[in-house]
């Protein structure tokens, strides 16, 4: 019912920065929040950041605070990840997800608060 298609991954240096994007269409009313995870080759899936359509409140995890911004583009159904000061650290698969339901700030964390998933787009950041 709702695609997401990620967009805006490569290849950058320590300390450079890259700009995702993720365009939503379908049934995408009623909609909640939109929001970034990322997976590493051997880790499980994280939490990266969430932005709520209505009212554009926004949540990071520590690691990301003051790098990273997600931010919202309404009439576009689209969301973008502003990465700064990247670290090889932030090297993963960033995916896109959405979820419907209205929840407290701490379920926006979890992967199984997701409805929708997008198929990923890569960020290696080389040292």
């Known amino acids: 019912q709702v695609q997401l298609v990620e967009s805006g991954g490569g290849l950058v240096q320590t300390g450079g920065f890259l700009r995702l994007s993720c365009a939503a269409s379908g049934r995408t009313g009623g909609g909640y929040a939109m929001a970034w995870f990322r997976q590493a080759p051997g880790k499980e899936r994280a939490f990266v950041a969430a932005?709520?359509?209505?009212?554009?409140?926004?949540y990071y995890t520590d690691s990301v605070k003051g790098r990273f911004t997600i931010s919202r583009d309404t009439a576009k159904n689209t969301v973008y990840l502003q990465m700064n000061s990247l670290k090889p650290e932030d090297t993963a698969v960033y995916y896109c997800a959405t979820t419907k339901t209205s929840t407290s700030a701490g379920y926006l964390r979890l992967v199984s608060q997701y409805d929708y998933w997008g198929q990923g787009t890569q960020v290696t950041v080389s040292s």
């Open positions: 932005i709520t359509w209505s009212g554009s409140n926004t």
